[in-house]
């Protein structure tokens, strides 16, 4: 009887091979879905690696080009922001024909693309501000004036920094003030100015006055004429310039990349990881496999 019982025929064979046949698959396939898992978080892993490469290497292209654009620029350095010239002295040679007019005509030369004021705006502020002066009166065409003030606006380029987190450049913006001769059109005199940008719109429209102010006192001492303490101070005067804040904006750029391609890594695995679970429940399901036995059920 026992013999019997246990005498293994063909089909008795078939009827194991098939009974064995799920628990065989059950065995292979995870292995599988973890190699295709691995496998593509490693694809991820690369490319997100290749990525914060070429980002790199782009940044570092744009800071050399910005630092040989702007040590072509002729007459500002690309280490350090310029400084306004300074007064002219009582015993400055001034060409007589400045500190002898009495008739100007005021000319609008517009301004460089990013000059940060509108040269209509600029216009009208320096040409109230000589009027307010009124040492000097406007003539209706610059063949009736002594002289031609000529006003232009300037931006170049004086600083660039870069490295991993990106690049950004400072340009030092100016009032321009030419000075001609309106019977030769020689230039006598070239009156520059700084302009400061900083803040929200009510500092801006502060600075951009005294801006104006200061252009107008260049002028005044450039015509003999003397100054108030008021426009001597702001002559000397500058906003307060956040340059450690713009380092820290610049710094965290560079963070964010390097986070971003670790959070890129990170989620590529967890991915994969969701993938492989999800294969497995699908396949314990399906073969009425309780999940709390199934491989990392």
Known sequence: MYRAACKLTPSRLN?????L???????IRPASAQDAATQAAQQASQQAMQDMQ??????????????AAASDTPGYSSSKAQLPPALPSLNTPVPPQIRGAHTIFLANDGSAPNFPIDPN????????????WGHYQFAESAQQADLIFQLHGVAPLTDVSGGRGGVYSRTSPAFELSIRDPETNTRLWTVTSPVYVTGGKAKRDYWQ???????VSRVKVLAGQPLSATETANLTTYPKVHSARTALIF?????AVAAGGALALHAAYDNSLSDQKAQQDAFCEAHNIPLSECAGG
Do not use: C, M, R, W
């Open 251 to 255: 710094t965290g750029i560079g963070v």
């Open 21 to 27: 046949l799920p628990s065989i698959t059950f065995l």
């Open 209 to 215: 006055n005294v801006d104006i102010v200061n252009l």
């Open 15 to 19: 009827l194991f091979v098939i009974a």
């Open 121 to 132: 705006v600029a216009y009208e502020g320096v040409y109230t501000a000589l009027k307010a």
């Open 54 to 67: 070429n980002a790199q290497q782009t940044a570092q292209q744009a800071s050399q080009a910005a630092q």
